[in-house]
């Protein structure tokens, strides 16, 4: 089961823990890269009697990806939230909790 969880930090922390967010799933995505290829680098693994391994090691795999990419596209909308934020302010300055995050606008030079 995934839930969501939200906090606040002030934006000139957002990109530091951007970077957190993100070096925590790159170091899950290595561990468990390194667990997949013990196995399916591995000649003595292609075999006949071990043919269910390797496709139960590469469905986990498959998984662990997907969710890496999910993660990736998460850091991704927050990222542009933060531009978007930094870029181009809100009028009023409130910031409303339900906006979608933009896209990256290229900064025009004045």
Request: proline residues 3%; contains cysteine.
């Given at each position: 089961?995934?839930?969501?969880?939200?906090?606040?930090?002030?934006i000139?922390?957002?990109?530091?823990?951007?970077f957190?967010?993100?070096?925590?799933?790159?170091?899950?995505?290595?561990?468990?890269?390194?667990?997949?290829?013990?196995?399916?680098?591995?000649?003595e693994?292609?075999?006949?009697?071990?043919?269910?391994?390797?496709?139960?090691?590469?469905?986990?795999?498959?998984?662990?990806?997907?969710?890496?990419?999910?993660?990736?596209?998460?850091?991704?909308?927050?990222l542009?939230?933060?531009?978007?934020?930094?870029?181009?302010?809100?009028?009023?300055?409130?910031?409303?909790?339900?906006?979608?995050?933009?896209?990256?606008?290229?900064?025009?030079?004045?």
């Amino acid at each position: 089961m995934k839930v969501n969880i939200s906090y606040s930090v002030d934006i000139e922390d957002v990109l530091e823990n951007l970077f957190r967010l993100f070096s925590a799933q790159h170091g899950k995505i290595e561990k468990e890269l390194a667990a997949a290829n013990r196995v399916l680098g591995n000649l003595e693994n292609y075999k006949d009697e071990k043919i269910s391994d390797l496709a139960q090691t590469i469905m986990q795999c498959k998984e662990n990806i997907a969710t890496y990419d999910i993660k990736l596209s998460e850091i991704m909308n927050i990222l542009n939230g933060y531009y978007g934020l930094r870029y181009n302010p809100p009028d009023d300055g409130d910031i409303e909790d339900d906006v979608a995050p933009t896209e990256m606008e290229t900064k025009k030079e004045s």
